[in-house]
């Protein structure tokens, strides 16, 4: 049996929709409970639940006031009485053998969570829905699930043996939606449930995959993406601007909590998701291949090398870095020490420090892995936390590009990039390494 978990705030209408494709599903419906948790609607989303209590194992619940869908998720799965949870929003129009595809047997081999396809329909598709579902070839290239990725005959790979999820496997967590997710409850509650002070749109859900992808060991294995599995997400108004502009806190919330770089390349808004996905396993890589390289140039040969002032308070992020720049006014973010509260493993291109925090930021090495668009944001967030920053370029530690994500050897180049915007120069150099110091202009930027 499952149990279909669906939070509501107001979307009567939407909720009807999916209620009554439920009421239509190929498993029957003592196969399925339904449990609707209403957030403080206004609207009488009561009546709408009477309207299938006759035809669905249905249960409506209330919170008297408005905490959010996490909270109203967590609400809804503690009223449960099933051993498999079926994770839905009031805007989704469930295909006919949705329940059929979710179900599994209870403690059976194969993946914990279970990502469903979200369609995005147009208005013709939404006006067809209530007479049968459009064969797969009549979708528009809009309405597809982003999670699909074209098959090797260039066709969507929204179909089975598709490459579907595949690219995804190293950080699966990452798209889970709850509109259409399935987990078993013992799972659920292992983890801690959703994380109720999320109480706006936005980003609770990537919350809740990240823990479960935690609680086993950063196995991307443990999630599967069944594009059969399909849901309509039902046309609604959307402020965007609004949305996004209020989920702008979470991500540095989401650093702090759980300070790994995971998180950090997380991006806002969600579009460039399948280019973090993408480049995070040459990162790792390429974040081993420095750790285990003989060239490169350790913490106290750089401190001994750029001088900084004893009184001045710095920031290191590499390797083998707490054991040689421990004192009062250092802080850092050592790669080869085991990954805790107090010693994150983050890269610097999003960091929980408050601004000013330091007078320099020391990076070694991993920096030259970064592509642009992540090393531009290293340089922004350090320049937000400190006066100036230094990039240690070991000489010796080069990769070849064929590999994978190459690092940085041109400073000449690198220097011109960004010396239009920071005071950017070769500050030391020897045989063995070069240490780049950037700061903000004098002036206050050009």
């Given at each position: 049996m499952l149990s279909v978990i669906i939070p509501t705030h107001n979307q009567a209408e939407c909720l009807n929709l999916?209620?009554?494709?439920?009421?239509?599903?190929?498993?029957?419906p003592d196969r399925f409970e339904v449990i609707v948790v209403d957030d403080a609607s206004v609207q009488d989303v009561r009546a709408v639940v009477r309207r299938h209590e006759d035809e669905l194992c249905l249960r409506y619940v209330r919170q008297a006031s408005n905490k959010g869908r996490a909270a109203a998720r967590n609400l809804g799965a503690a009223?449960?009485?099933?051993?498999?949870?079926?994770?839905?929003?009031?805007?989704?129009?469930?295909?006919?053998?949705?329940?059929?595809?979710?179900?599994?047997?209870?403690?059976?081999?194969?993946?914990?969570?279970?990502?469903?396809?979200?369609?995005?329909?147009?208005?013709?598709?939404?006006?067809?829905?209530?007479?049968?579902?459009?064969?797969?070839?009549?979708?528009?290239?809009?309405?597809?699930?982003?999670?699909?990725?074209?098959?090797?005959?260039?066709?969507?790979?929204?179909?089975?043996?598709?490459?579907?999820?595949?690219?995804?496997r190293r950080s699966a967590w990452m798209f889970g939606f709850t509109h259409n997710l399935s987990l078993p409850r013992d799972l659920y509650r292992r983890v801690g449930g959703f994380d109720?002070?999320?109480?706006?749109?936005?980003?609770?859900?990537?919350?809740?995959?990240?823990?479960?992808?935690?609680?086993?060991?950063?196995?991307?294995?443990?999630?599967?993406?069944?594009?059969?599995?399909?849901?309509?997400?039902?046309?609604?108004?959307?402020?965007?601007?609004?949305?996004?502009?209020?989920?702008?806190?979470?991500?540095?919330?989401?650093?702090?909590?759980?300070?790994?770089?995971?998180?950090?390349?997380?991006?806002?808004?969600?579009?460039?998701?399948?280019?973090?996905?993408?480049?995070?396993?040459?990162?790792?890589?390429?974040?081993?291949?420095?750790?285990?390289?003989?060239?490169?140039?350790?913490?106290?040969?750089?401190?001994?090398?750029?001088?900084?002032?004893?009184?001045?308070?710095?920031?290191?992020?590499?390797?083998?870095?707490?054991?040689t720049i421990a004192s009062d006014r250092t802080t850092t973010i050592d790669h080869a020490a085991a990954h805790s509260p107090g010693n994150p493993h983050l890269f610097g291109v999003r960091t929980p420090y408050p601004d000013g925090s330091f007078d320099h930021v020391v990076h070694l090495d991993l920096w030259r892995m970064l592509t642009p668009i992540?090393?531009?944001?290293?340089i922004m967030d350090s320049l937000r936390i400190a006066g100036?920053?230094?990039l240690v370029q070991s000489k010796g530690l080069r990769r070849d590009h064929g590999e994978g994500i190459g690092l940085i050897d041109d400073l000449d180049y690198f220097l011109s990039m960004v010396g239009p915007r920071y005071d950017a120069a070769i500050c030391y150099e020897d045989t063995e390494m070069a240490v780049v110091r950037l700061a903000r202009h004098k002036d206050g930027g050009r």
């Open positions: 999916t209620l009554t494709s439920l009421a239509g599903q190929s498993a029957g009223q449960s009485q099933s051993d498999l949870l079926l994770l839905m929003d009031a805007d989704s129009y469930a295909a006919p053998d949705l329940i059929e595809r979710h179900l599994r047997p209870a403690g059976g081999a194969g993946p914990e969570v279970v990502y469903g396809r979200r369609i995005e329909p147009s208005w013709g598709t939404f006006a067809r829905l209530r007479q049968s579902l459009p064969p797969e070839d009549d979708l528009l290239p809009m309405e597809g699930d982003h999670r699909d990725l074209p098959r090797p005959d260039g066709d969507a790979g929204g179909a089975e043996g598709g490459r579907g999820f595949d690219v995804y109720e002070s999320f109480v706006r749109w936005g980003y609770e859900d990537t919350d809740f995959t990240y823990r479960i992808y935690r609680h086993f060991g950063r196995d991307s294995s443990r999630f599967r993406y069944d594009p059969q599995a399909v849901c309509y997400h039902m046309p609604h108004f959307r402020d965007w601007a609004t949305e996004w502009e209020n989920t702008k806190p979470v991500l540095p919330y989401l650093v702090d909590k759980y300070r790994h770089y995971d998180v950090e390349f997380f991006t806002h808004p969600s579009d460039n998701h399948r280019r973090v996905a993408r480049t995070l396993p040459f990162y790792e890589d390429c974040r081993e291949f420095v750790r285990d390289h003989p060239s490169r140039v350790d913490a106290e040969r750089v401190r001994k090398a750029v001088g900084l002032p004893e009184a001045a308070s710095s920031l290191w992020i590499g390797f083998d870095v707490s054991a992540d090393l531009s944001a290293l100036a920053a230094l």
